[in-house]
């Protein structure tokens, strides 16, 4: 099996917003998270809800996850008023879920967890693809001309 694995996004449609969840992969130390509200949104909704959302996704695939929100025309809500910073970073350490609103530097993040069969095994429910797969579809599509 190839070295490098390319999980597909997930995407849920909520009452005001939707979220799409990028699953982490052996070059990355995190999965990423946006939360994408089609509404108009206080910036303390849209922390809570960030907040809300990266528990969420981390008690159903444990891996540190990067989250932001995005307001309705697509660009990135400036938390920094209300928090640190507009992005919170959500980890496990010593198996209790810690959320920080900050970006962490590499050495804050559990070692080791982002190797091949664990990702295999924690997305379990989740299609992927390998880079020898996708280099395979590349190749007879540069073949056929498409």
Same mark, same amino acid.
């Given at each position: ?9 997930? @995407?849920? #449609?909520?009452?005001?917003?939707? *979220? ?7 070059? %990355?130390?995190?999965?990423? $998270? ?46 920094? @008023?209300? #928090?640190?910073?507009?992005?919170? *970073? ?7 879920? %810690?959320?920080?609103?900050? $970006? ?43």
């Amino acid at each position: 099996m190839s070295k490098k694995l390319y999980f597909n996004s997930i @995407k849920e #449609k909520k009452d005001n917003f939707f *979220t799409e969840y990028c699953p982490a992969n052996p070059d %990355k130390l995190f999965a990423s $998270l946006s939360v994408n509200f089609i509404d108009d949104v206080e910036d303390e909704d849209a922390a809570k809800e960030l907040s809300n959302q990266s528990k969420k996704w981390i008690e159903k695939y444990p891996i540190s996850i990067m989250a932001s929100a995005f307001d309705k025309t697509g660009a990135l809500i400036d938390l920094s @008023k209300i #928090k640190s910073a507009s992005h919170s *970073t959500t980890v496990i350490s010593n198996s209790k879920v %810690k959320e920080h609103w900050r $970006l962490l530097n590499d050495s804050e993040f559990p070692d080791g967890l982002l190797d091949c069969n664990f990702l295999l095994k924690i997305y379990s429910d989740i299609d992927f693809r390998t880079e020898s797969e996708i280099k395979e579809k590349l190749y007879c599509a540069q073949e056929t001309g498409q």
